[in-house]
């Protein structure tokens, strides 16, 4: 008793929300493979919680690629090659198509076969052999999808994969339904990924953590409102071989291989959590030129680079907004201009 006692007294500090204790209310539940905090304050934040969460869980029950179920498992076992789909799956697989082809392929929903070699939703991971590589990769390209009016033609062989995306829009959803139900004050964190609705009830922004991708804790914190901080980086989901040498989950396309490339986290930061997501993933890929010049070239975002030798770099629209814990590094971070 105690202990929660404990730690109720903490959360009531972090999440800041002030005022009466009964108008601050906190979910948690695990969902969509991570744990989900949801914080919500004002009269609303009760009924508004328990709808967002149940959005978040019909998202899943519609994307998750393992669950027999889902709409995606029903595409990728299914036999013909147009098939009908839903709302969600039209809205976060059209957007994953349309930034496949802005990014160059950076992102690519159909890399599903490949990512499934590796193990990546499995208990057990490993190197795949060279010949697995080529026949997975063989049945990959996101060219070959064309969605249209809620039919998605997908050619035989062909297996999607929304994990880039799905989670940053389920906090964009879930963001949506608070909203809707009069929430003005929320902070929804889907297993690091943060949908931040408004600002704390005392008006001051939200104060957001980004974790160091190579130690345990922060690197540094972000003040916002309205938007949401999605992250793609090295640490989320790797294994190590017999050799000793790490993996990630975050494939680059063009190899079939974890992307390598001095980058070790991207944090995207914009009003539209799918976009976010999804752009998290490709920038990683893409790494820091790259991303940068995309950066530059589109806009509409902003992001948080950290790199190998902890080196930061962060858009011009975060420079007030993010600092760097001296304790990652004594550097500051460098801010990247149009
Ligand atoms: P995220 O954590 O949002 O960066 O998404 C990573 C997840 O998306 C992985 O666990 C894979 O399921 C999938 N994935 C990995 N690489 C890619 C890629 N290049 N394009 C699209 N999805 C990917
Ligand atoms: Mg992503």
């Known amino acids: 008793m105690k202990l929660w006692a404990g730690l109720l007294a903490l959360c009531l500090v972090l999440t800041g929300c002030s005022g009466h204790a009964e108008e601050k209310q906190r979910r948690s539940f695990f969902a969509m493979d991570t744990y989900m905090t ?15 969460e149940a959005r978040i869980r019909q998202i899943e029950s519609e994307l998750s690629v393992t669950d027999p179920g889902s709409e995606v498992y029903r595409v990728n076992h299914g036999s013909g090659t147009d098939i009908p789909v839903g709302k969600d799956m039209e ?5 994953a198509l349309a930034l496949a082809e802005e990014t160059g392929g950076a992102l690519d929903p159909t890399l599903y076969p490949v990512v499934e070699a590796w193990g990546f ?10 010949e697995t590589l080529r026949e997975t990769m063989a049945r990959t390209g996101w060219e070959r999808l064309r969605l249209s009016e809620g039919t998605l033609h997908r050619p035989e062989g062909m297996e999607i994969d929304l994990g880039a995306v799905g989670k ?3 906090g964009r959803e879930a963001g949506r339904v608070l909203r809707a139900h009069g929430v003005t004050s929320a902070i929804l964190s889907l297993g690091g990924n943060i949908e931040a609705v408004g600002a704390r009830p005392d008006g001051t922004p939200w104060r957001v953590g980004i974790r160091a991708p190579d130690a345990e804790g922060h690197a540094g ?3 916002v409102r309205d938007a949401a901080v999605v992250t793609s980086g090295s640490y989320e989901r790797y294994f190590t071989d017999d050799s000793g040498k790490r ?3 975050i494939l680059d396309p063009a190899s079939g291989y974890p992307a390598e490339n001095g980058l070790l986290s991207v944090t995207v930061v914009g009003p539209d959590g799918l976009l976010c997501d999804g752009l998290s993933t490709a920038l ?3 790494g820091r030129d790259k991303a940068e010049a995309f950066w530059r070239a589109h806009g509409g975002f902003e992001m ?9 770099t962060v858009t011009e629209g975060l420079a007030e907004r993010f600092t760097v814990l001296p304790e990652y590094t004594a550097e500051k971070a460098e801010v990247l201009r149009r």
Do not use: N
């Not at 680079?305 to 930061?312: D, F, N, W």
């Open 304 to 312: 948080i680079l950290i790199g190998e030798g902890r080196h930061i």
């Open 91 to 95: 809205e976060t697989l059209g957007t």
């Open 284 to 286: 990683f890929v893409m």
């Open 221 to 223: 914190m972000l003040s």
């Open 121 to 130: 939703t499995r208990e057990r991971q490993q190197v795949p052999a060279d």
């Open 168 to 170: 940053g829009y389920a």
């Open 247 to 249: 993996w990630h989950h």
């Open 38 to 52: 949801m914080t919500a304050c004002g009269p609303e934040a009760e009924a508004g919680l328990k709808s967002a």
